[in-house]
């Protein structure tokens, strides 16, 4: 089982949808999510942090937890052609002993939001 | 406020080579992270640095390895380079880096390739 899954794309919505991002985690000790969309051929730029269960809401993007079912989602309303990338959702794991500065990825999620 | 700042931004080498990748994290942040990205792959945890100390590192052999001097700048070497060497190689800074750390944020990236 892979540490970090995210929901297999690409995932195409039209402009102005709602386009919903899932990820699961396999080490319950996990403490700290992040979401990053990283544009082709551009390096991943941070949208989201998380840290408690719940809502979390920054302009258009929503992140939700539920560390019980060991779940992070990455809600983006009125979605544009802009928000178009790859989305990737990381997380702070103790797997595997110390986790000092290691962010572990999940494979990502590529979203083509169409006029 | 500068961003990370990853040099050079492209690098060809030889097979057998050696290289030196180098980073400035954002001021203030004395964490820094490597991070090698692959179409096969994905993002993969090399090394972590924090107050001249490596924390902790990834599944990589010897050959990678790295340095972080007092003004929190790290580099990272790869010595005997292969062909699968060949990626972009991410940089990302934070302030602390520990389990439950604050935000890590990525440099532009260096791509790599061995030829």
């Known amino acids: 089982q892979k540490e970090v899954e995210q929901n297999s794309g690409p995932l195409s919505v039209p402009e102005g949808a709602i386009a919903s991002l899932n990820c699961t985690y396999s080490?319950?000790?996990?403490?700290?999510f992040f979401w990053y969309r990283q544009y082709s051929g551009k390096s991943p730029e941070l949208i989201m942090s998380?840290?408690?269960?719940g809502d979390k809401e920054d302009g258009r993007f929503t992140a939700q937890l539920n560390k019980a079912s060991q779940y992070v989602s990455l809600l983006i309303r009125d979605s544009q052609p802009s928000d178009s990338a790859t989305y990737l959702c990381?997380?702070?794991?103790?797997?595997?002993?110390?986790?000092?500065?290691?962010?572990?990825f999940g494979q990502g999620t590529i979203l083509t939001v169409h006029p | 406020k500068a961003g990370v700042t990853q040099t050079p931004r492209y690098l060809i080498k030889t097979r057998g080579q050696q290289v030196t990748l180098s980073c400035s994290p954002i001021?203030?942040?004395?964490?820094v992270s490597w991070y090698q990205q692959t179409p096969g792959q994905g993002l993969q945890f090399l090394f972590e640095?924090?107050?001249?100390?490596?924390?902790n590192k990834g599944n990589f052999p010897g050959r990678f390895s790295g340095r972080q001097f007092s003004n929190s700048r790290s580099e990272m070497n790869v010595s005997t380079l292969e062909l699968g060497d060949s990626a972009l190689y991410l940089c990302?800074?934070?302030?602390?880096?520990?389990?439950?750390?604050?935000?890590?944020?990525f440099g532009q990236g260096t791509r790599l390739t061995v030829v």
């Open positions: 001021s203030g942040h004395r964490s």
């Open positions: 998380i840290y408690s269960n």
């Open positions: 080490d319950r000790g996990s403490q700290s």
């Open positions: 990381a997380v702070i794991s103790h797997a595997g002993g110390t986790s000092y500065g290691k962010l572990t």
């Open positions: 640095y924090f107050s001249e100390t490596q924390r």
């Open positions: 990302a800074s934070s302030r602390e880096g520990g389990w439950s750390t604050t935000e890590a944020f």
